[in-house]
């Protein structure tokens, strides 16, 4: 099995330091673009359904699912990079900021997701990574590749994920963002306690959320929040999906990340849906987690001029690869 590559052999002590500088105006100039396009996108939705035929509001809804459910992608990329303390310079933008302003109004939790992330990088492709159940099984059949990606849009992927965090929360399951399914014990647990766990658990959910909420009736416009819950189960799933076949499916069983990790080549389609905040540089985000979303691009071409990457495939090619078996 081939050995895990060494940063200090690719970069040296400054492009290191170079890279791994980090940016308080940048964590909030992402986190603050990522939120004013979901409020543009509302009131984009408002003015379409007081202006336009009815068809012309259809097309417009479908599209503004679309850019939300790539809105919320993106906020748990933003959230995914504040738990490797890379979205601000300062500890407090990324354990408290990020977290009430990005991975709550998810259903998620920068403290619980940091320690299971990890595994993942420690782990990468092996028996226990916790997110293999993300990308096992392909190669797979393009009809059955098909089913999977009609569950995820059609809602049933996003019900079922909304069903396991009740039972995360209510301490029912154990906590995880993959798919592998694991029971806790509940000896000894009294009928009041799966309700307690499940507000301490849920609380700062169900708090943005409802501020969420708040806001848009404020606006005489309340039935948009049925639009961010209808985009939360269906297009989300879907590009979480895809953005993770891109990143781990059909690679080898190896400890170098040069080898079971993908970069993807994304351009601005890509950028809106599947791939916010230059999460397609993954390779380069194995290598090196502590690089911001900013410097990836950069470390890129530095791994690229040392013929270290391949010209990255597109995300229809890596449908392609993964869906190849006959």
């Given at each position: 099995?081939?050995?895990?590559?060494?940063?200090?052999?690719?970069?040296?002590?400054?492009?290191?330091?170079?890279?791994?500088?980090?940016?308080?105006?940048?964590?909030?100039?992402?986190?603050?673009?990522?939120?004013?396009?979901?409020?543009?996108?509302?009131?984009?939705?408002?003015?379409?359904?007081?202006?336009?035929?009815?068809?012309?509001?259809?097309?417009?809804?479908?599209?503004?699912?679309?850019?939300?459910?790539?809105?919320?992608?993106?906020?748990?990329?933003?959230?995914?990079?504040?738990?490797?303390?890379?979205?601000?310079?300062?500890?407090?933008?990324?354990?408290?900021?990020?977290?009430?302003?990005?991975?709550?109004?998810?259903?998620?939790?920068?403290?619980?997701?940091?320690?299971?992330?990890?595994?993942?990088?420690?782990?990468?492709s092996s028996a226990q990574d916790p997110?293999?159940?993300?990308?096992?099984?392909?190669?797979?059949?393009?009809?059955?590749?098909?089913?999977?990606?009609?569950?995820?849009?059609?809602?049933?992927?996003g019900l079922k994920f909304v069903l396991?965090?009740?039972?995360?929360?209510?301490?029912?399951?154990?906590?995880?963002?993959?798919?592998?399914?694991?029971?806790?014990?509940?000896?000894?647990?009294?009928?009041?306690?799966?309700?307690?766990?499940?507000?301490?658990?849920?609380?700062?959910?169900?708090?943005?959320?409802?501020?969420?909420?708040?806001?848009?009736?404020?606006?005489?416009?309340?039935?948009?929040?049925?639009?961010?819950?209808?985009?939360?189960?269906?297009?989300?799933?879907?590009?979480?999906?895809?953005?993770?076949?891109?990143?781990?499916?059909?690679?080898?069983?190896?400890?170098?990340?040069?080898?079971?990790?993908?970069?993807?080549?994304?351009?601005?389609?890509?950028?809106?849906?599947?791939?916010?905040?230059?999460?397609?540089?993954?390779?380069?985000?194995?290598?090196?987690?502590?690089?911001?979303?900013?410097?990836?691009?950069?470390?890129?071409?530095?791994?690229?001029?040392?013929?270290?990457?391949?010209?990255?495939?597109?995300?229809?090619?890596?449908?392609?690869?993964?869906?190849?078996?006959?």
């Amino acid at each position: 099995m081939t050995t895990k590559t060494k940063i200090t052999e690719i970069f040296t002590r400054a492009e290191i330091q170079q890279l791994t500088a980090r940016s308080d105006w940048m964590g909030a100039w992402a986190v603050g673009s990522t939120w004013a396009v979901i409020g543009l996108t509302f009131a984009a939705l408002a003015y379409a359904r007081e202006h336009l035929p009815l068809w012309g509001f259809v097309l417009a809804l479908l599209l503004g699912l679309l850019i939300i459910g790539g809105r919320q992608l993106c906020l748990a990329i933003l959230q995914h990079d504040a738990a490797h303390g890379t979205l601000f310079n300062s500890k407090w933008g990324n354990e408290v900021l990020a977290d009430w302003l990005c991975a709550r109004p998810l259903w998620n939790d920068v403290s619980k997701y940091r320690p299971y992330h990890l595994v993942h990088h420690a782990k990468t492709s092996s028996a226990q990574d916790p997110d293999l159940s993300l990308v096992s099984g392909f190669p797979t059949t393009r009809l059955s590749l098909l089913r999977k990606l009609l569950r995820d849009i059609s809602g049933l992927t996003g019900l079922k994920f909304v069903l396991g965090r009740v039972l995360m929360d209510a301490g029912l399951l154990k906590w995880t963002v993959a798919n592998d399914v694991q029971r806790l014990p509940q000896e000894g647990r009294r009928w009041w306690d799966y309700g307690l766990d499940f507000a301490a658990n849920s609380g700062g959910m169900l708090l943005t959320n409802a501020l969420l909420l708040a806001l848009l009736w404020q606006t005489g416009e309340a039935w948009l929040f049925g639009v961010w819950l209808l985009a939360y189960v269906t297009p989300f799933p879907l590009l979480v999906r895809i953005r993770s076949m891109a990143e781990h499916a059909c690679l080898e069983d190896s400890r170098d990340t040069l080898r079971n990790t993908r970069s993807t080549a994304a351009g601005w389609l890509a950028r809106i849906t599947v791939a916010p905040l230059r999460v397609n540089f993954h390779i380069e985000h194995h290598l090196m987690a502590s690089v911001p979303y900013f410097r990836l691009p950069q470390m890129h071409q530095l791994l690229r001029e040392r013929g270290l990457v391949p010209t990255p495939p597109t995300y229809l090619a890596v449908l392609q690869q993964v869906s190849q078996r006959r």
